[in-house]
């Protein structure tokens, strides 16, 4: 740990060795240059952590936190959650007091984990800054916008980077000197693959920027599976997305339209494609909404069409459309996972090592994110975990876990198994209401194991077991697997749809 201010000998005697408290799941994403304000923490010896990703070229990283009253620690580390007190950080500062400051020369790029912790009485209206600056005379990274995904039509796209010149490719071959210059806007009208990169006067060359743009004819309707989700749809103002999916007689439809950056609306329609705009009054024929998501509470059998339009420029949004069954039904969601690579040493003594995550030394990972939602109409009600033989009891965390809850794999292009990840526990709570119309309140936690229907559980990249032990493998392009209940051992209305597979790249010299 490089210690860049003294550590407060108050906060080093605070947790028993024993002691397990709750960890951040889903850290709130911190962006640069801009405050959090109102950080409270009455729990003594609360830790929360937020995540952030330094850019490429960042000459500086600097965190502090001032304001309101109370006593902080404030804990910094690449790629891995801080644990309590500081332990595996890389940077901390404990002055007594909420005034605190840590300064990063030349962080490598890419995400960093930041840890509050209270302590004694805890902190309370604390204020929170996180800034990088680039290096002098280093090229900036291209901005793609609208940004990559898949639009109807096509659309146009301008490639921009302050101060510098960008140079492009659609051949899927990096951009280089003799590369053409980005034009003001580049239609895209099929299928094509972007590569950037921005050069500087001088002739320095940033990293290169790839998005893939899909264009499907407008008008196309494109079939859903039940459970069936579209990531990055994106749109002009005006224009629209359809789709279809068949319902049987007396189901419960839901559509939900989330994420990403813009305006759209949702139109459900049984039988045929709704029309654009909101129903005259008194017209009962499609259902309307500007909120996201939408709700057939009795079908009736057959195909109903689903129009998501852009009421002004988005990007980024997802679709989901499904029948619930009478049950719970556990999802993985693709979107979240985020993998990358890391580096890292684990000691014996760790809880990760003692728990048979992975062995002691120098280990190449790969981190990603998981979340797991429940889709179904009930839900997922754990056992007592006490004498149970599907449950560990963790000593380092202090609680049950279900014993392999999620698997993993990486995999070729062609779908060859390369490396299998162990089996991760879980201890099931509710995380992240990712459906409007659920339940409002958290009800189940690592006392009372659960998922509530229309909830999920989400384990951040940062924390311990989440990850495919990589080696020596070469850099290149692969994909991630991850199951969840992969044993069928948790009682599901449906199991076609735990699994999810997204490409991977692992990225030269890491």
Sequence with gaps: ??????????????????????VTPFPKVVQG??????????????????????????????????????NLGLYLRKNVHPGYNGEGADFESAFPGTRQRILVNAPSAGVWFIGVQGTQAGYTGVQMLAVTKQAKGAPPAVTLTPAPGIYTGGTTCSLKAKGATVRYTTDGNDPDESSPVAPASLPITSDTTVKARAYTSSGAA????EGLYQVHPAGEVRDLEN???VHHLGSAKGGRHLFRIS??????LTVLAEGGKGKSTISVRYGSIPPTGKPAKGDTSFVYSTNSRVVIPETTAGDYYIAVDATATYSGRTVMAYTAGDGADLVPWGI????????????????????????????????????????GGQDMVMPDPVGNPFFEYQECHGHYHFKGFAASRLLDMGGNELRVGRKVSFCLLDTNRWDRGSATRQRYNCSSQGIQAGWGDVYDSGLPGQWI????????????????NPDGILAETNYTNNTVVIPVTIPTGE
């Excluded at 407060?8 to 060795?17: D, E, M, V, Y």
Aim: some cysteine; charged content about 15%.
């Design 1 to 22: 740990m490089k210690s860049l201010l003294p550590l407060l000998l108050g906060l080093l005697c605070s947790l028993p060795a024993s002691a397990h408290l709750e």
């Design 469 to 484: 032990e990589i080696g020596d493998l070469a850099a290149g392009s692969y994909q991630l697997e991850i199951t969840v």
């Design 336 to 375: 979240v996972l985020d993998p990358y690579v890391s580096n890292e040493v684990f000691e014996p003594a760790s809880c990760e090592v003692q728990e048979g995550m992975i062995d002691a030394g120098a280990r190449r990972i790969l981190r990603y994110t998981t979340e797991i939602r429940n889709v």
């Design 247 to 252: 319902a049987g007689a007396g189901e419960k």
């Design 206 to 209: 940033g990293p290169v920027v």
């Design 227 to 229: 459970f069936g989700v």
């Design 33 to 70: 240059g801009i405050p959090l304000a109102g950080l409270t923490s009455t729990e003594v010896h609360g830790l929360v952590v937020y995540r952030m990703v330094v850019p490429v070229g960042t000459a500086r990283l600097t965190v502090t936190t001032n304001g309101g009253s109370g």
